[in-house]
């Protein structure tokens, strides 16, 4: 649909610890950069995130939305939503979101989460219809989701420590952006990388900008030598 | 037809007022006061679950006294009121005072148009940017409200709780000293001992990202409140 700016590559991949979730920072409209610093990657709350992919504008109001419900249950009710219950949720809106779907404005997430009650970071994908399904490794979305998806499958191992799972998600997203011309690689001339998050046991934590910045340029450099 | 016969609004209004009272000073009291840090809150509160004390928004927080069904129903209202505004405007455009007002006037109504007056009494406490600009206001049973500092108090014993902070309470204290000064305060109201397990706190605490609302667990609790003897 032309006019309206829309999201493009995020990801989300288990390791040790949880979910490493990540996005490009590209909007695109048409053939033109929409934007090059929105965020693509959301906490939820204290223990989950939300990435987004298609239409900007509905995406980041379903995500205010979201996190919005997520806190005021907590506080009526004392307690966390269960990790379940906070995609099923999630997938109420997706599909709430049908109609303006099939004009084009398409909402599609990926919801990472630390499951306290199972001991374990979690994955789930949605469909535009409000269709949740669980992954068990990794999963990506966007126009460049595909591209990602064939980086993850080489790269991915189970059990990944933190550092090398950070370095997994930049390297497919980077990888993503090297085919697709709606995902923004790492822009080292205006400082603009990609959004990383990791949720674990202790709650959903950004992963710092130089931290972030120093493994793209690292996994650039190892691209430039080996041309 | 037997007539109805006339009581005098002044009449009604006092035997309301009486009632609400009387039901309120059976229940357990709570303390606010500014801190170095922020606003602390102790509740008397032999119950795990059923909180009196509990967070609305970034910034505020609320405490009930009196019947626990009475003021819950008003504590969920003004979290969904805090809510729907923040959602609809932004984070920043959702104050004390609003909330405070907004409960002033169906307290009020309450009080003026139902046959049963609440027996409760509510606390609205924002933690401001800097020390000087917390917000306390206490709103009563028959929905009148005032704008505290430094320190307030609803409840059984709200008024020797009152008493005893006028003498004591100073600006500036650390989070501990607060806390054993409103433990102190408890314990002379009610002359016995108070132990730490029947204690519900909570701090809006100034130094917190995002959301300033932290339940104080019971581990930390006790060895504050036991520091103090």
Known sequence: MPGVPVGTTVLALKYQAGVVIAGDRQATEGYQVASRRIEKVYAADEYSAVAIAGAAGPCIEMVRLFQTELAHYEKIEGMHLSLEGKANRLAQMVRANLPLAMQGLLVVPIFAGYDLKRSEGRIFKYDVAGGRYEEAEYFSIGSGGKDARSSLKKLYRPGLAEEEAVRTALEALYDAADEDRGTGGPDFVRGIFPTVKLVTRGGALDVPEDRVASACAAIAEARKTAA | ?229
């Open chain 2, 1 to 229: 037809m037997p007539l109805p016969y006339y009581v005098s609004p002044e009449q009604m209004m006092q035997d309301k007022a009486e009632y609400a009272r009387k039901g309120i000073a059976k229940g357990k009291s709570i303390i606010a006061l500014e801190y170095a840090g922020g606003v602390l809150i102790v509740a008397e509160n032999p119950s795990a679950s059923l909180n009196k004390v509990s967070e609305l928004y970034d910034r505020i927080a609320f405490a009930g006294a009196g019947k626990y069904g009475e003021f819950e129903r008003l504590r969920k209202e003004g979290i969904r009121y805090a809510d729907m505004k923040g959602y609809a405007y932004g984070r920043e455009d959702v104050t004390a005072k609003s909330l405070a007002n907004a409960y002033s006037q169906v307290i009020g109504n309450i009080f003026s148009m139902e046959i049963k007056p609440l027996e409760a009494e509510i606390l609205v406490l924002e933690v401001g940017e800097e020390a000087d600009v917390n917000e306390l206001y206490r709103i009563a049973f028959d929905g009148s409200i005032a704008d505290e500092k430094g320190y307030t108090s609803i409840g059984g014993q709200a008024e020797e709780l009152k008493l005893f902070l006028k003498d004591k309470f100073a600006e500036g204290l650390g989070l501990e000293a607060a806390l054993q000064m409103a433990t102190r305060a408890l314990e002379a109201a009610a002359s016995q001992k108070v132990k730490a397990a029947t204690l519900e706190v909570a701090v809006l605490d100034r130094a917190r990202l995002g959301r300033k609302f932290r339940r104080l667990p019971q581990a930390e609790l006790r060895a504050m409140v036991e520091a103090g003897g």
